[in-house]
């Protein structure tokens, strides 16, 4: 018998049940939105450091300059989110087919 709870138990077997390219899915899927989050916030971090730059007399730094970190966040977040949603896909294949395999096994 398996140590969950009912609804874990459910929620694992339907995870289980919907296949492995289902999971890989929802995996991708987390990740992109994780690292265009992270783009976000960084982007906005960054323009709000040029922007309080801005109000300092004597710094040169124009608010208009505060773009660059908008642009190069949502860049590098929206790439970094395409190009390396599927990086971790073995590992994740392996994680996904030992512990289904091993559920179904104590479901025996």
Do not use: W
Not at 25 to 39: S, V
Not at 44 to 61: D, H, L, R
């Amino acid at each position: 018998m398996s140590n969950f709870d009912s609804k874990t138990q459910a929620h694992i077997d339907k995870v289980c049940e919907r296949g492995l390219e289902s999971y890989l899915a929802t995996q991708r899927k987390g990740y992109r939105k994780k690292q265009i989050e992270e783009g976000l916030l960084g982007s906005f971090v960054g323009a709000v450091g040029i922007v309080a730059m801005s109000q300092i007399p004597k710094t040169g730094v124009k608010i208009q300059y505060a773009i660059y970190p908008l642009v190069a966040g949502l860049l590098v977040g929206g790439i970094s989110a395409i190009t390396l949603s599927e990086y971790n896909d073995e590992e994740l294949e392996d994680d996904f087919n030992q512990f289904c395999d091993e559920q179904s096994e104590e479901n025996l």
